[in-house]
């Protein structure tokens, strides 16, 4: 058995560099703090098989990519100019926002491993969850990973599956303690993001919006001042953020719809 507390370090508000070590090595796989959470961070094939097996997950749900910069968000993801506004707003407010978009053919080409990543990280119609604004300690590993290397970051809840972590790293699980190779503790930065909410009260997630078909995957069409526009955005899942996020939404697409549980 592995000694949990030899592997476990406090976030001193810095990148870790150890985490970035392990995550460009191969197969890593680490538990960092976010805003609603901890999550398991991978960066291949090896890594995201290590995350299946020790979440005990399907392998029909893929990992969500994470991204450190809006940079790297254009550079990945197909988008329309409505939908890379309503990302940069949330940007700019420091909003956690996921969204299910459509690779660009160039950079899947680029910059996912060829190594099988890509049956684990995108769904049967090519698409994934591309997440922003998820919590400075991860975001910190995300960019340096991207700016040094290219090298991609996948994330899912470091937790037993249909199980949440309270946001406690006390409660990500017997097994993830051992599987990880670090574990990063910031559980006074995870707390800090929802004041005044209790461990019944408080978001487990994000907020998840589909910018696709539900078929195809292909993106929804621009709106400018149209309205009842099909297909049109989906909030697929509510969270963190969720009452300012409805009134982003409404400020820049005239149609959209709430079925929170229409999960891809």
């Not at 037993?160 to 017997?174: C, D, F, H, M, T």
């Not at 697929?236 to 999960?263: C, M, P, V």
Request: proline share 5%; charged share 25%; net charge negative.
């Amino acid at each position: 058995m592995t000694n949990v507390a030899d592997k476990m370090v406090h976030w001193d508000g810095t990148p870790n560099q150890q985490a970035i070590d392990i995550l460009l090595g191969e197969g890593g796989m680490i538990v960092s703090p976010t805003k609603v959470g901890y999550i398991l961070g991978t960066s291949d094939k090896a890594g995201l098989e290590r995350k299946f097996e020790v979440k005990h997950r399907k392998r029909n749900k893929p990992g969500v990519t994470l991204c450190g910069s809006m940079e790297q968000l254009k550079a990945l993801a197909k988008m329309t100019p409505e939908i890379e506004a309503f990302y940069q707003q949330c940007w700019d407010e420091d909003i956690l926002m996921g969204c299910i978009l459509p690779w660009q053919e160039e950079a899947k080409a680029k910059y996912m491993p060829q190594d099988g990543t890509e049956e684990l990280a995108t769904d049967v119609r090519g698409t994934s969850c591309f997440v922003i604004k998820f919590g400075t300690p991860g975001e910190q590993i995300a960019a340096e990973l991207w700016e040094r290397d290219k090298k991609l970051m996948f994330a899912s809840s470091a937790n037993p599956s249909g199980k949440g972590n309270r946001g406690q790293v006390a409660y990500i699980g017997e097994e993830i303690e051992q599987e990880a190779d670090l574990i990063i503790e910031a559980d006074d930065y995870v707390a800090a993001q929802q004041p005044g909410k209790t461990v019944e009260s408080r978001y487990e997630q994000g907020v998840m919006v589909a910018f696709v078909d539900d078929e195809k995957g292909e993106l929804v069409p621009e709106q400018g001042d149209q309205r009842d526009v099909s297909p049109a955005p989906i909030l697929i899942r509510k969270g963190i953020y969720n009452d300012r996020i409805l009134a982003i939404l409404s400020e820049h697409f005239n149609t959209w719809h709430h079925q929170h549980g229409h999960y891809y």
